[in-house]
Structures are given as structure tokens and as C-alpha cells.
């Protein structure tokens, strides 16, 4: 059960918070992606006292959960057999109930998530068309999918040298010079 106190708010109250959050994070980086950066996880995520593994989840999780889940929900709500009930709880089934990803982004760093998720997931409940889930659920996508574009940004891709891609013929020279134990 989440920690979040639950939103009793309206979805365009909650819309509305969503889209202020968009605009505080769209062009300026956001404080709490500049301490990602420095590698200050206020939750003291990441294996071995490092903050890599978080900027790797944050990579996978932020690009997952906007641009291809919240995608095909928004795709899947334009089925004519899809029905606002069905689609509010797979959506929430994916982002908050077996695993809330909002409240493990929040661990690692992204410190208005957890609220912002939840708010989400509570405002489907005053919902009453299709057409207002996809206004909701677009605004929340638009705000995961950019702060992805931040923590893209910051990700160390140069250290992708160290992982170089191996032919098949190269690996089989090795095992010509390598003692046979």
C-alpha cells in the first residue's frame, strides 16, 4: 500500500498539477535530476555505495514506462471494445499495483514521482469517458517521457567503450593463447 496520502481531487485538478509539472521540468533540469547527476540518492539507492545502477534504472525504467506502456495505453483505449473500467485497472495493474513504478523511481531519485503516479492512478477513479482517460494519461506520459529525456542526457554513455562488441573470430584467437586448465 502506498505511503501517498490518496488524491481526492478531480482528474482535471490532477491533470492540471501534471501539466505544472511538465512545465517546471520542459526546458530547465530539474533539481532533482542535477543530484542524480552528482550522484546524491537522498534513499541511498545503488549496489556497492555507487549511483551508476540508478541512472541505469532510471534509463530502462522512465523509457519503458512512458514511451511504451503508457503509449499502448493510450493505443489500446482507442479499441471499441476496450471499456474505461477494463482500461483503469490495467493501467493501474502495470504502474502501481503489483509494483508501483512511480514509488521506485522516487527511490532513486526523481523525488516528485511516487506522488505524481499515485495521483494519477487515484484520479482515474472520476474518470467517465475514454476520451478523458487519454487527456489524463497523455499528460502523465508526456511528464515521464520527459524526464527520461533528462535523465538521457545525463546517462554516461562514454563508458560504452569499455564494452566493446566481440566477433566470433576474435574469442576463438583468444583461446590460443590462454593456458588449458
Known amino acids: 500500500m502506498s505511503?501517498?496520502?490518496?488524491?481526492?481531487?478531480?482528474?482535471?485538478?490532477?491533470?492540471?498539477?501534471?501539466?505544472?509539472?511538465?512545465?517546471?521540468?520542459?526546458?530547465?533540469?530539474?533539481?532533482?535530476i542535477q543530484k542524480i547527476r552528482w550522484g546524491i540518492i537522498d534513499s541511498g539507492a545503488g549496489s556497492g555505495e555507487q549511483s551508476f545502477s540508478v541512472l541505469v534504472h532510471l534509463e530502462a525504467y522512465l523509457m519503458l514506462v512512458g514511451a511504451?506502456?503508457?503509449?499502448?495505453?493510450?493505443?489500446?483505449?482507442?479499441?471499441?471494445?476496450?471499456?474505461l473500467p477494463t482500461l483503469n485497472r490495467i493501467t493501474r495493474e502495470f504502474?502501481?499495483?503489483?509494483?508501483?513504478?512511480?514509488?521506485?523511481?522516487?527511490?532513486?531519485?526523481?523525488?516528485?514521482?511516487?506522488?505524481?503516479?499515485?495521483?494519477?492512478?487515484?484520479?482515474?477513479?472520476?474518470?467517465a469517458t475514454k476520451e478523458e482517460y487519454v487527456e489524463l494519461t497523455g499528460a502523465m506520459m508526456t511528464y515521464v517521457?520527459?524526464?527520461?529525456?533528462?535523465?538521457?542526457?545525463?546517462?554516461?554513455?562514454?563508458?560504452?567503450?569499455a564494452f566493446p562488441h566481440r566477433k566470433?573470430?576474435?574469442?576463438?584467437?583468444?583461446?590460443k593463447v590462454l593456458p588449458v586448465i
Open 3 to 32: 505511503s501517498i496520502t490518496k488524491f481526492e481531487g478531480h482528474w482535471r485538478d490532477a491533470k492540471a498539477i501534471i501539466e505544472k509539472e511538465i512545465d517546471r521540468v520542459w526546458l530547465h533540469e530539474p533539481e532533482e
Open 68 to 83: 511504451d506502456v503508457m503509449y499502448r495505453f493510450l493505443k489500446i483505449s482507442q479499441y471499441d471494445d476496450m471499456q
Open 95 to 127: 504502474l502501481t499495483a503489483t509494483f508501483n513504478v512511480f514509488e521506485f523511481m522516487t527511490d532513486l531519485g526523481l523525488t516528485n514521482m511516487h506522488a505524481m503516479g499515485q495521483m494519477y492512478s487515484d484520479a482515474l477513479d472520476t474518470l
Open 145 to 161: 517521457i520527459r524526464m527520461h529525456r533528462w535523465i538521457h542526457y545525463i546517462f554516461p554513455w562514454n563508458l560504452g567503450v
Open 168 to 175: 566470433p573470430e576474435e574469442l576463438f584467437a583468444l583461446t
